[in-house]
């Protein structure tokens, strides 16, 4: 059963905003967000709420720090180095926290030893969850500051089997000063399993190996994606691309609803590695995959005189760079579906778009994607004039 959506540590920990609140109320904040960003260009439909408003986090990335001797796990305070110790979370997924639990016992057994940032001792400084929604799998990734992990296979094998579900373990090493969790090319060492979990959206298989990126809530991320795709009505005409397409999810949906030919584009390679063995698992052979920064990419093709018929793009939170929105509008595709995750940079970008690219924003639709937070996605339909 779902917990009751109230946190004791509430205020003190900072990992939500809206936890303590009726999720009506929570809708009513962030769709003034968006009114206040986006209504300017086209009428903000109501917000799509999530499904689920407890239990949908399937990534957990907790700190690691030492209390009286012994491994606590948790999260800093908002803007600070201090450790709030966390036992359970109301929006993680029950399993995240039961993995946990069980690092935190076993580690005085394997005598490991959270990191100590100032004295440079200790050895595991975070612990990264991941859950499938739909398979009972996870995989965990322990952030250590070498490969030596005292009794690292022993400990990965003692998670195993008291989590049957838990079908991968790996070690990253992040030996920096930096608040990053997990530092940019880092190396991963896979010590139990095969590195990976699957998950299913849309009626489709994808792996999530710990590097790349994957919606958090996916049970919504299925509602966000089809929403996407009713936006762009694909015919088998279409030729499709796909900006920022981590491991394939909006390519592959795309290239399996209708569309001719779909091309992914996306800078981080191991997402790359993912999405092309997700389009082979699922027998998709009219998607393809680049490993590219996508502003360069859409100004070479764009010079090149390539035009697809429907772009989709769904950036980071910093948003498309004008040399994107302006080789967007030298392909000239007929249709353009943004998504996005932040609602202050989505409203820059069309704002680039209204003034200067001869298209007509139709729609906008949030999604919920991230309750007792105050991040909101937002979808939406661009067509050319
Ligand atoms: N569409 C995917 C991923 C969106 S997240 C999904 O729904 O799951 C944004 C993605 O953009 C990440 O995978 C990130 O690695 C990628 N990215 C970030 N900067 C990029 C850049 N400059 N060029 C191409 N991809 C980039």
Known sequence: MAKRRSCPLFGRCGG????????????????LTEEQFLSRFCKVSPILPSPEITEYRCKVQAVCSSLDGKLVTGIYRKGSHKLIPIRSCPLEDRRAGE???TIRMLAGRYHIKAYDEDRGTGHLRHVLVRCSKYYDEALVVLVASSFDLPSASDLAAAIHQRHNYVKS??????????????????KEEVIYGKGYIMDRLCSLDFRISALSFYQVNPRQAENL???????????PSDIVVDAYSGTGTIALIAAAS???RVIGVESNAQAVKDAEENARINGIDNATFITADASKWMKEKAKEGFSPSVLFLDPPRSGATEEFLAAAGRMAPERIIYVSCNPETLGRDLRYIHRFLPYEIRA???VDLFPGSSHIETVVMIDRK
């Open 16 to 31: 939500c905003d809206y936890v303590n609140e009726k999720y009506p109320d929570e809708l009513l904040e962030k769709y």
């Open 99 to 101: 993995i946990l639990s």
């Open 169 to 186: 373990v790996s070690i990253i090493v992040n030996t920096e000063k930096t608040s990053m969790v997990i530092p940019e090319n880092a």
């Open 225 to 235: 994606y089809t929403v996407a795709m009713n936006m762009a009505d694909l015919r």
């Open 258 to 260: 209708g569309a001719g």
């Open 364 to 366: 906008i639709q949030p």
